[in-house]
């Protein structure tokens, strides 16, 4: 990671929402890697370019791009000026509650979707940056629940409900049982002939079948479970050595080498910004 970037993290006391801004200069941003949280983000200078759903994506100021939980996507900047953008992370319990709210009728059986994940209408990236300033700025509680009525009422028209667990079927089931054994095992020292006699296929063909489906291969898609898991932890003030431990990480190093590649930050400095708690 280039030196010279910047990372500004806060996250919101009542609803758990973090806020994120950053600066990153030419070259590697992120490397592949998801979150639990629904991403809601605004482009505010240069070129972010970063590749979600298969398509590689450019956003320019003013673009807002939005994933769900779960959707693999890097980052880099290909221009000399960087990129500088401003995110919001929002817990799906969270939101999925704050849309029912507006959707009575929203089956309990399916799950909120984004339509696009790059578009561009003003009136959501005002919502958004309104959201961001009062919860990045902790505004008095009445200031930041208005912010966030505005963002989640401009989120309904780029919001789709679908079916929870609608299996896509051009996924393999090879490789959706490969998935769901990882999930269920993620804390253990797994290695490739386990999780191929669990599938009942050979390394080879389960590798190909498994990125095919997710765009990652197996061990990656583990990390970046792990990863994702280790946040959470993080964020709630679990100490980093025991989440090294706790999800079958070698070491905090170990650790902490995977957590800077996929978010900029190290496992220590994430826990600070979100729980307020030393290192």
């Not at 320019?60 to 000026?81: M, N, Q, R, V, Y």
């Not at 490789?175 to 390394?203: K, P, Q, S, T």
Request: with cysteine; aromatic share 10%; glycine share 6%.
């Amino acid at each position: 990671m280039n030196p010279s970037n910047w990372i500004d993290l806060a996250q919101d006391r009542d609803t758990g929402i973090e806020t994120l801004r950053a600066h990153f200069y030419q070259g590697h941003a992120y490397d592949p890697h998801w979150h639990d949280s629904y991403l809601v983000g605004v482009t505010e200078q240069g070129v972010q370019r970063f590749n979600c759903r298969r398509t590689r994506h450019d956003s320019t100021p003013g673009k807002i791009f939005l994933l769900e939980p779960g959707e693999i996507h890097d980052g880099e900047a290909p221009d000399e000026s960087g990129f500088t953008y401003r995110m919001l992370y929002l817990d799906p319990h969270w939101l999925e509650r704050e849309m029912a709210s507006l959707f009575e009728d929203a089956p309990a059986s399916h799950v909120l979707s984004f339509a696009q994940t790059l578009n561009q209408d003003p009136r959501l990236a005002h919502a958004a940056l309104f959201a961001f300033g009062a919860l990045h700025g902790q505004e008095l509680r009445i200031v930041r629940q208005s912010a966030l009525d505005g963002l989640v009422e401009r989120l309904t028209s780029h919001l789709q409900w679908r079916k929870r667990q609608d299996a896509d079927p051009r996924l393999p089931l090879v490789a959706l049982r490969a998935r769901d054994y990882l999930h269920a095992h993620c804390h253990r020292d797994l290695g490739m002939d386990e999780l191929a006699l669990a599938c009942n296929i050979d390394r080879f063909r389960l590798t190909r079948a498994f990125k095919a489906a997710f765009g990652l291969p197996p061990h990656a898609y583990l990390v970046q479970l792990r990863l994702a898991r280790a946040r959470r932890l993080l964020a709630g003030g679990a100490r980093v050595a025991d989440v090294a431990t706790d999800l079958g990480f070698a070491d905090q190093s170990h650790l902490g080498r995977w957590f800077m590649r996929a978010y900029g930050l190290t496992p220590a400095a994430y826990r600070k910004r979100c729980s307020n708690l030393p290192d």
